[in-house]
């Protein structure tokens, strides 16, 4: 008899956004009078780049015509147009990346889920608390050890290594989601030397980097010394250009990157995820890489800069409005997220249904990314100015 | 420190159509004055559909506007335009196929591969020989044990259930590749009657399900009585409608298919997929979908039309030839693959360079998908029909 794998049901049972919705519909099919503002879900809302736009209608008349057609790509891996593009674009951000140790995907979740594939059952996972779902359940999937390190009030939500605790694998979110703290230079080189005492490997998520404004905080886990030999990076173009619905990211295993095997032999952490990529893995679209290669052009940047300046104007409001509020907080500095203390010690489900019963703005509940999230919520800047606008106007009246 | 996965290094270490690759580059190096006919690796090279390409640059002027831009698509499962599309065409196909139970995909490889997921790794896994190669290794991977159940010329390259053998997961892939070979309606359905028996899963490729001909042969496995209780189906654009640089496929599992957990509970399969590609998966260009659904249209079925029956030719026009050389082979018929036994007792890899050095032209050992491909090699259909035509002239002036 079939049997399925059975670390599932070891999963919580509902995928927080699903809950998230749920309620929604309940109070919009009672209350269809009232109209809601959405600051839940880390979706964009601005248009992608017009330079896209072309590239990717550019793209698909080729793949209309026999001369200019294009089926697999070979290596899977992605163009070279696009890698070199990427490659390029780290060095905007202080860091030298190779285009060898570039692959494309089809946006950082399918990767940062996946990538479990690669690392025996056997190790030590670290998570900061709280985090991004997908690190703890593509990990409970496999069934692995998860070691939480606490990222709370007392250290800024930033949690930091500790000496006397050993992890084979670290996810770090810098940026971080749902904190919207991120790591200065001196902090990530902590773990990047702890990464390297422990011999182990950071998965570097660096979704949010185009939202930094602190030249202090690197755009990339590669500006740090060392780290070449410890880390992967993930990164996507959904937050950086709104590729949310289109579908684009990249990670990088750079060559420097090696591990031991049982016997004894030093491999590169980059040829297994090939060997994993090339079998579970056939490639992007290729219109979708000629519309993420345009976003890297000069007139591309300009044009997504708009969009980032947009929401940072968001965020810096409802940062403002909860200053003034005496709310405390984290991020929109550096980071589409803004993470708030629930006024009255709620609980943050109990905030979420407050706030969407008394003003009809939804938010994430801080525990739907673990324990040290139970009286945080998350609020995210990619509304319209306008319904942000109005948002905080009715925060105003409600906790003034 | 940090453990790979060790059961990457009992993979074998280059991929197939890696090694082809890297043999025919350096003939050509040697012999830059000699033109290579590629009938290898089954890439197509006719241009996708006009209504494709339309559907797909409308989609993109959509995401550069505010008012019909679209971000993460809700359930990740595919657009309900697209799934109703696959319904209706699976109705076409002669299978009442729910669009509740379809979920859009990149191609179907992906899934393919990532299915591996969500069953226990002490599941006994049964796969015809040859196969494709994403079966095994992807069951390598997670290290299950593996039965091969023979394809021969015994019995037409098309295995059937041995009733003394148990296993819980069968794959089966018809139109077959590599041997082109096809399942009979009463040969499917003692493949179905074995897994209700075995309380297996099938998982069902029907990549090549267009190429079909001939009457007798069903083009969906739910065609067949009770496969809706035992049977995943996997599809694809990629031969279809020439998707394969575009990306798009899709994965049914019925709602019908369920599974007892350990502790006795009763559960549908596709719950379980939907968790983990909830998880590790975040949906298809949105595009990519909208192209997608113009192929299955009255005039993108009509379109695609053209291009199989341009690459039946070619099938045909191999059969022939083969025949006529007194050549034994399978497949062509159903299938735009051509599987054919070495000559003089060659063995393929032998036969891919005796066929390289003297006529140029390349095709696929057999001995790359499995122990009984040995002495046979695969030809696709898939070049122009003049190459196609000369490689068979070559073919002429070797054999006869």
């Known amino acids: 008899m079939i049997h399925i794998n059975e670390n599932f049901l070891t999963l919580e049972k509902n995928y927080l956004f699903i809950e998230i919705a749920k309620r929604i519909k309940t109070y919009m099919a009672a209350n269809p009078e009232k109209p809601i503002i959405r600051m839940g879900i880390g979706d964009v809302t601005l248009p992608i780049a017009p330079a896209a736009v072309e590239a990717m ?14 089926g697999y790509e070979d290596s899977g891996a992605g163009y070279d147009f696009l890698r070199n593009a990427v490659s390029g674009y780290y060095k905007k951000l202080g860091a030298d990346v190779s285009p060898d140790d570039i692959r494309i995907n089809d946006g950082a979740k399918s990767d940062c889920g996946n990538i479990v594939d690669i690392f025996g059952n056997d190790n030590t996972v670290m998570l900061t608390d709280p985090s991004y779902p997908v690190y703890v359940d593509s990990n409970r999937m496999s069934g692995r ?23 084979d694998i670290i996810y770090l979110c810098s ?7 991120a790591y200065t230079r001196d902090q990530l080189k902590e773990w990047v030397d702890y990464a390297q005492e422990n011999e182990a490997v950071i998965i570097f998520d660096s979704a949010y980097e185009a939202f930094i404004s602190e030249p202090d905080v690197p755009r990339s886990i590669y500006c740090i010394e060392g780290a070449k030999k410890c880390a992967i990076e993930m990164c996507s ?8 619905g289109v579908r684009c990211g990249y990670t990088v295993i750079p060559g420097e990157l090696t591990v031991k095997t049982d016997s004894g032999d030093v491999i590169k952490l980059a040829d297994i995820w090939a060997r994993r990529q090339g079998t579970k893995f056939n490639g992007v679209s290729y219109p979708v890489q000629r519309a993420a290669e345009a976003v890297f052009s000069d007139e591309g940047l300009a044009q997504i800069r708009v969009n980032i300046d947009y929401y940072r104007r968001n965020a810096m409001l409802i940062a403002d409005t909860l200053t003034e509020l005496g709310i405390d907080f984290t991020g929109g500095k550096n980071s589409p997220y803004i993470w708030l203390k629930c006024p009255h010690d709620m609980e943050s489900w109990e905030f979420f249904d407050y ?26 800047a990619f509304n319209s100015y306008e319904n942000t606008s109005e948002a905080m ?8």
Chains 1, 2 share one sequence.
């Open 355 to 380: 706030l969407l019963n008394e003003i009809q703005v939804v938010g994430t509940p801080g525990a739907g990314f673990g324990r040290n999230g139970k009286n945080w919520f998350r609020l995210t």
């Open 393 to 400: 106007d009715r925060f105003k009246k409600l906790f003034i």
């Open 175 to 181: 940026p971080n989601n749902p904190t919207g703290s």
């Open 145 to 167: 050890n998860i070691l939480f390190a606490d990222s709370n009030e007392e250290n800024g939500f930033a949690a930091m290594p500790d000496n006397n605790v050993h992890a």
């Open 57 to 70: 209608k550019k793209a698909a008349d080729e793949l209309g015509v026999k001369e200019t057609f294009r």
């Open 237 to 244: 173009l959904s937050k950086t250009a709104g590729f949310t």
